[in-house]
Structure formats: C-alpha cells, structure tokens
C-alpha cells in the first residue's frame, strides 16, 4: 500500500492567496483526518470525516479554513485568503474505523509544510 | 476529551531500556491509551495501543495499572533511530475516534 499521500509537499505562497492542500487517503479507510502542525501550537486537529461526511470541524481556526471530502479516495483542505500566520506543517490521516469500543490507528501521510509571505 | 501529562523531554544513551509516563487522570471508561512516535519532518506513526494491564508489541511495551490513571511507555534497549517525540493519547470511539495530540516527550538518545 502506498501510505496517505499528500500533495503538495511544499507549498510558498504569497498572503492573500489562495492555498489547497490534497489527500489521498489509504484504500478502503473510511475516516479522514487533517490536523496542523506549528511549533507554538503543537500538533492540532482542524476536521475530520467518517465516510466522506465531515463529523466535527471544531478546530477550524476560521472561516478562511474549508474542507471536503467529494468520495473516499480524495479530500482537500483550502485556506483562502491565506496569511502568514498560517504557515505551518498541514498533515493528512486516515484510519479504517470499525465500529468497536477501540480507537483504531491513524496512519499520516509525510505532510505538506506550508509557507505564507 | 481527557488530557495528558508527560515529561517534556528524556535523554538516554544506546542499549538503555526508556520508560516513558503519562498521566491521564480523567480517563473515561471506553477510552484507550494509545502512543504515536513523531521524527521531524515525518508525520506521527502509531506505536502502541492498550486499554489495561500489559501490551507488548516488537516495537515496545504498555504497562496500565489498573485505575488506568497512567501509562508507562517501555522502550528496549534504545537506538540512535529511536530519537523523536513520543506522544501520548487517550480517546475512543465516543468521540468519533477524535485524538488530542499533546506537547509530547521528546527522546534524545546518544552513545
């Protein structure tokens, strides 16, 4: 299996911008996640799916922040406009949520460090 | 979602066995312990899961006494490559698997 893969890996924009980030979660996953990474804030949940449907998007910062899930395979998180203080480690995972009392293993794509001058 | 305390760092040379400590006083009931390891530059990857007594995998142990207030983390005679940050996390399927990643211990080994 190929892993979560996200793209871009590197993404240096200009304040204003708009920024969308991509996710490819691992097949047959049926939860997805997207959390942001900053030295201030340590790692932070911002949304995530369970069967393409977003279930609790309470650590959006703002409503500059959108996320979709158009089927399972895909996901985007946009950030419009973008601004400096969004530059951060934007990571992606996935998990395969069965139902029971356990909480199963997210598996996180390698990130998409973003830079916003 | 409960909250987690552990040290903010370790140090600890090759062939030392680390043991790492969480405090989760507010565990809930269906809550499970779970520690994910993170190296720069790489997203977080799942060490170990538990939800009471011992858990042993190739990779490392989990002790949960039984009010499951703590966890101990146990890793065997670390490496060079075990250097990263080791974090500690409690949740379950009541909140939509939903994890809170905390500061995290960061792991420095050295020869």
């Known amino acids: 299996d190929a892993g979560v893969i996200q793209s871009p890996r590197h993404e240096v924009t200009e304040m204003g911008q708009e920024v969308t980030l991509r996710c490819k979660p691992i097949s047959g996953h049926n939860s997805l996640f997207w959390y942001r990474q900053t030295m201030m804030r340590g790692l932070e949940l911002l949304i995530y799916?369970?069967?393409?449907?977003?279930?609790?998007d309470s650590g959006m910062p703002e409503d500059r922040f959108s996320a979709k899930m158009p089927n399972a395979s895909f996901s985007t998180l946009k950030i419009q406009p973008s601004e400096p203080r969004d530059s951060a480690v934007y990571f992606c995972a996935s998990s395969s949520l069965s139902g029971t009392t356990s909480t199963d293993t997210q598996y996180f794509g390698p990130g998409t460090r973003l830079t916003v001058l | 979602l409960a909250k987690t305390t552990q040290p903010i760092s370790m140090d600890s040379y090759e062939g030392q066995e680390v043991n790492i400590t969480c405090s989760h006083n507010?565990?809930?009931?269906?809550?499970?312990i779970t520690w994910y390891q993170q190296f720069p530059s790489q997203g977080p990857r799942f060490i170990i899961q538990g939800y009471k007594t011992k858990v042993t995998n190739e990779v490392a142990s989990l002790f949960i006494p039984a009010d499951r207030k703590s966890s101990t983390l146990s890793l065997p005679r670390v490496s060079l490559s075990d250097t990263a940050v080791y974090y500690c996390l409690v949740g379950g399927t009541g909140g939509g698997n939903k994890l809170t990643f905390g500061t995290g211990t960061q792991l420095k080994v050295e020869l």
């Open positions: 799916f369970n069967n393409n449907v977003p279930i609790d």
């Open positions: 507010n565990i809930a009931t269906n809550d499970y």
